[in-house]
C-alpha cells in the first residue's frame, strides 16, 4: 500500500528565513507522481507542482523548489524568504499506477506558520 | 469564473438526514472526485470517476454515493448521516487521471 509521511507538524519561522518541507513517500509502483498542494486558512487546496517517478531533476518557481530523490523516497519542498502570506497547510501526496485512477495519498500536512 | 464550483458552502443537518453536494468543473476534465478532510485535516480519497467507471475507496460507507448526470458534474449523496460524517468534502477534477487535481472550495457538512 501506499503511503506519504510529512513527520513536521508544524513549523514557525520569522519572515525572510528559508523553510524545507519533508515529505517521504512509500510505493512498490514504479510509476508513480507526486504533487503538493497549499491549504491557506481560506480552506481551499491550491495545487503547487507535479513530478512523475522518471523524472528526477529538481524544479525551482519563483522562491519556491522542490528536490526529488527516489533514492531516499522523498520529494522536500523549499521555500526561500519566506513570507506572512506563504502561512498555511502544506501537503505531499502521492498517486500510483497507471489504473490507479490517479486517487491520492495525502500526506497529514505541514502548518507553516511565518511570522512578521 | 470558477473552475471547480461546490454548493453549498456549508451544510448543517441532523443524524438519519439525506443530503446531497453538488459539484461541477467547468474545465473540460475527464475525471472528477470526492474527498473528506476530517477535523485534524486529515484527506482521504472517496471516490474516482472517469468515463462512467467508478472507484471506490474500499473504507467508504455504502451510505456515500456519487451521482454523474454528465462529464461536468460529480454530485455526493449520503444516506442516514452520522455524527462521524461531519467533515470538508472535497470536489476535484483533472484533465486525466495521471493529472494534477483542481479542488473546488470545499463543503463543510455538520451533522447534529
Known amino acids: 500500500a501506499q503511503k506519504v509521511t510529512q513527520a513536521q507538524t508544524e513549523i514557525s519561522v520569522v519572515e525572510k528565513e528559508d523553510v524545507t518541507l519533508d515529505c517521504v513517500y512509500e510505493t512498490r509502483d514504479t510509476t508513480y507522481y507526486l504533487f503538493w498542494y497549499k491549504q491557506p486558512p481560506s480552506g481551499e487546496l491550491v495545487f503547487l507542482i507535479r513530478?512523475?517517478?522518471?523524472?528526477?531533476q529538481n524544479e525551482i518557481s519563483g522562491r519556491y523548489s522542490w528536490n526529488f530523490q527516489k533514492s531516499t523516497s522523498s520529494f522536500n519542498f523549499t521555500i526561500t524568504a519566506s513570507q506572512v502570506v506563504d502561512s498555511a497547510v502544506y501537503f505531499c501526496a502521492l498517486s500510483e499506477g497507471v489504473n490507479a485512477g490517479n486517487m491520492l495519498t495525502f500526506g497529514g500536512g505541514t502548518r507553516l506558520m511565518v511570522k512578521p | 469564473d470558477t473552475a471547480v464550483s461546490q454548493t453549498p458552502k456549508y451544510l448543517v443537518t441532523q443524524m438519519g438526514n439525506d443530503k446531497s453536494i453538488k459539484c461541477e468543473q467547468n474545465?473540460?476534465?475527464?475525471?472528477m472526485y470526492w474527498y473528506k478532510q476530517d477535523s485534524k485535516k486529515f484527506l482521504k480519497i472517496m471516490f474516482s470517476?472517469?468515463?462512467?467507471?467508478?472507484?471506490i475507496n474500499e473504507t467508504v460507507p455504502n451510505r456515500f454515493s456519487p451521482k454523474s448526470p454528465d462529464k461536468a458534474h460529480l454530485n455526493l449523496h449520503i444516506n442516514s448521516l452520522e455524527l462521524g460524517d461531519s467533515a470538508v468534502y472535497f470536489c476535484?477534477?483533472?484533465?486525466?487521471?495521471?493529472?494534477?487535481?483542481?479542488f473546488g472550495q470545499g463543503t463543510r457538512l455538520t451533522v447534529v
Open positions: 474545465l473540460g476534465h475527464d475525471t
Open positions: 470517476y472517469n468515463n462512467k467507471e467508478l472507484i
Open positions: 476535484a477534477s483533472s484533465q486525466d487521471r495521471w493529472a494534477e487535481a483542481f
Open positions: 513530478r512523475n517517478s522518471f523524472d528526477e
